[in-house]
């Protein structure tokens, strides 16, 4: 069983959706981050946090620490949010989750 | 500030033969790492370098060494490439390492080994 799980593993969604990725996790951490890499291959971060809620923009993230969760929303989606979603969690070091495609089609 | 940037974008190699993967970055951040990202797989560590002067092994170092040139540039050299290295190997760096903070990944380099 991988330390990080994400789901869906794919996702799409028409324009306006409200869209939620999970992050499942099995070890400790320091923080989760949540990535997003564009088809062209860029991986940018999006969000770091180890307790409650932030958000930025459209984007939403969440944490539970002690069920080891956390969640992704995207409110009013856009065909320019299509892009894989990454989780990872912070140990020693970055454990990443494969990722969730999402594609928003207008 | 470029950020992390890395060079080539784009490799074929063959089988048995040399390369190595070119990795900067110019916020003065103390620790680099090299992943490699292969399809229906989560990135993976290759190695790290904490510090300049300081490299360590990730979760698949086999086949592969890293040499941290200075505090802005490491590098990843793959001495007799083999087609299981055929993936997209990202750069990144990070303030400190250990303590949770952003990485910065680099735009990520194509290798294919025939």
């Known amino acids: 069983k991988n330390e990080v799980e994400q789901s869906p593993q794919n996702l799409t969604a028409q324009e306006g959706e409200f869209i939620t990725i999970n992050c499942s996790y099995s070890v400790g951490i320091s923080a989760l981050h949540w990535l997003q890499q564009h088809p062209g291959g860029g991986i940018v971060s999006l969000f770091m946090l180890s307790s409650g809620k932030k958000k930025h923009g459209r984007l939403i993230a969440t944490i539970n620490i002690q069920e080891k969760h956390s969640s992704l929303h995207i409110t009013a989606s856009h065909p320019r949010d299509s892009a894989v979603y990454i989780c990872a969690v912070s140990g020693s070091r970055l454990t990443f989750g494969e990722g969730t495609q999402l594609t928003v089609n207008p | 500030n470029a950020g992390v940037t890395q060079t080539p974008k784009f490799q074929v190699l063959k089988t048995g033969q040399s390369m190595t993967l070119q990795c900067a970055q110019d916020?003065?951040?103390?620790?680099m790492y090299w992943y490699r990202q292969d399809p229906g797989m989560g990135l993976r560590l290759i190695y790290y370098s904490a510090s300049e002067g300081t490299t360590d092994k990730g979760e698949v170092p086999n086949g592969y060494n890293v040499s941290r040139l200075n505090k802005r540039e490491f590098s990843l050299r793959l001495e007799s490439a083999a087609p299981s290295q055929t993936s997209v190997y990202f750069c990144?760096?990070?303030?400190?390492?250990?303590?949770?903070?952003?990485?910065?990944f680099g735009p990520g380099t194509r290798l294919t080994v025939l």
């Open positions: 916020m003065n951040h103390n620790s």
């Open positions: 990144a760096s990070a303030r400190l390492a250990g303590a949770p903070g952003e990485q910065f």
